[in-house]
């Protein structure tokens, strides 16, 4: 079998072929941790790792090392620490911000089913290797220091804007770029740039919090601290934990220009080297209900809400759906058909072991991550364990697996299902109990009413030659 991935690069789907097999090396830009993920957010999350899941197949567990960043340095923080911690010292306030949203993002990825990268690397621990490449690009005279800024020089690199295959006049208008009169082109991006210092430091002093921005010791000789651009984060992180060219490089579609055009021109210019990745997959966007999701819109859906109404996996599978490079359409029909699926295939694997793989899911997921198609390889699983093929059901829940689903017991999903309705578990069962006594006495008259009153509930009986089950109703 033979793993192809579309390469946005070269706008090719091509036979991967990692640069070293026993070590095979994935980076995937991680969040601004400012505030609640959104669902947008979780689809990279999702994506990357079942691409993660399936290259550890492929190459073995130990054989894959994937990073993911966290930026924890940015403006859009410093801007959320003054406003709700307004008292306090910025750093002790940004700091106060990163830590509870990098939780609520871990506990949030956590529950959608998603492994751990091998590593996380934040920003701010990493600043001595930006300095070092910034250092290096200042010597090789890809950049330049002006005015306390350092700006990476474009017209040094002549195929910059491969990447997102832009012409400069067309960047120029995309990029919004900042016009400042340091620059020598309007196309140079910021590397590294001051930061605000308040005179009179200590906040017992004045009686104020101190608002000055986070600093470190500037590179190139800059005697004013400052702190770095967001671009050279990525290249520098990639570059500690994955070495100078390394094999995927992922993240949304949004991210192509600037963010990863930049990333390349890094570290290419750093490192002296033809590609910084060598394939640059990104995800498609997601849109709420046919429309742009947006604060303003009030259509922001963020993970955190989504879990409080529906399982991780219903949220998970649902984007599983739709290709990755694909837009998605988020609804919440989606979603209630995705549950209603996995009640059925939880009600199919329930005491099931797993078993053999199924070679159709694996080939879909081969060619270029086709998740929509691998889904139908198990919908077919299903129709077969629905008729009693209990190696399908094994099937099943092996191959669901490789997907990051069917991950749970099907008595936690139960709870789970529960956990997002208000019916009460206890009563169901007794209410479950009268009617087997009352159609054991042949009351059918009785037996009738109870299911009635279960279904205004909200559950839905099922009669097996085993038994009767039942299932929350959407
Ligand atoms: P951000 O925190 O905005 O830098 O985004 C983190 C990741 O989420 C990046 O890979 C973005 O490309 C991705 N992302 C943000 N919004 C969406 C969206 N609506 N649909 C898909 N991916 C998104
Ligand atoms: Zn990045």
């Known amino acids: 079998m033979d793993l192809k991935l579309y390469d946005t690069l070269t706008r090719e789907k091509r036979v991967f072929r990692p640069l070293d097999p026993s070590n095979v090396r994935m980076y995937v830009c991680g969040p601004t941790v400012y505030d609640f993920a959104h669902i947008g957010n979780a689809r990279p999350v999702i994506v990357f790792d079942v691409l993660f899941r399936f290259l550890r197949h492929v190459y073995g567990a130990d054989h894959v090392t994937y990073v993911r960043n966290i930026t924890d340095v940015d403006d859009k923080i410093n801007a959320r620490a003054a406003e709700e911690f307004p008292t306090l010292p910025l750093n002790e306030a940004i700091r106060k911000v990163t830590e509870k949203t990098d939780r609520q993002f871990h506990d949030d990825v956590a529950a959608l089913g998603c492994l ?14 930006m300095r070092v490449l910034i250092d290096r690009l200042v010597k090789s005279g890809n950049a330049y220091v002006a005015e306390d800024n350092v700006l990476f020089s474009v017209a040094s690199m002549p195929d910059y ?25 309007p196309m140079d991006f910021v590397l590294w740039k001051p930061s605000k ?18 600093a470190w010791p500037s590179p190139a000789g800059i005697k004013t601290p400052g702190r770095p651009g967001w671009h050279i984060e990525c290249s520098a992180m990639s570059w500690k934990f994955l070495g100078e060219t390394f094999d995927i490089h992922g993240g949304g579609i949004d991210l192509v220009f600037p963010h990863h055009e930049n990333e390349i021109a890094q570290s290419r210019c750093a490192f002296h080297t033809p590609v910084m990745a060598n394939y640059w997959m990104h995800n498609g966007f997601l849109q709420v209900e046919g429309e742009k999701m947006a604060k303003s819109a009030g259509n922001f859906v963020t993970i955190r809400e989504l879990l409080k109404d529906w399982p991780g996996e219903a949220v998970r599978l649902t984007m599983l759906q739709t290709h990755y490079r694909q837009p998605i359409n988020w609804t919440v029909a989606g979603l209630r058909e995705a549950q209603t699926t996995l009640d059925h295939w939880y ?4 005491g099931a072991a797993p078993g053999l793989l199924c070679a159709d899911t694996i080939d879909a997921l081969a060619d270029d991550l086709n998740t929509p198609r691998a889904l139908v390889a198990l919908h077919e699983l299903r129709g077969e364990a629905a008729k009693g093929a209990k190696p399908a059901a094994a099937s099943l829940k092996a191959s669901a697996g490789l997907l990051g689903l069917l991950q749970s017991t099907s008595e936690q999903w139960q709870a789970c299902r529960l956990a997002s309705t208000d019916i009460d578990e206890r009563k169901v069962v007794g209410l479950i109990e009268a009617r087997n006594a009352a159609r054991k006495s042949r009351d059918f008259k009785e037996s009738d009413r109870i299911r009635d009153e279960l279904a205004k509930m909200g559950v839905v009986l099922k009669d097996t030659k085993d038994g009767t089950t039942w299932e929350v109703a959407r």
């Open 116 to 129: 751990p990268p091998t590593h996380e690397p934040r920003a701010t621990e990493h600043i001595t290797e």
């Open 347 to 350: 009600a199919l694997t329930g």
């Open 161 to 185: 804007g491969r990447l997102s295959r832009r012409s400069l006049d067309e960047m120029i208008a995309g990029a919004r770029v900042e016009v400042a009169p340091y620059k020598r082109d």
């Open 197 to 214: 210092q308040e005179a009179g430091s200590a906040a017992g002093a004045t009686g104020k919090a101190n608002k000055s921005e986070p």
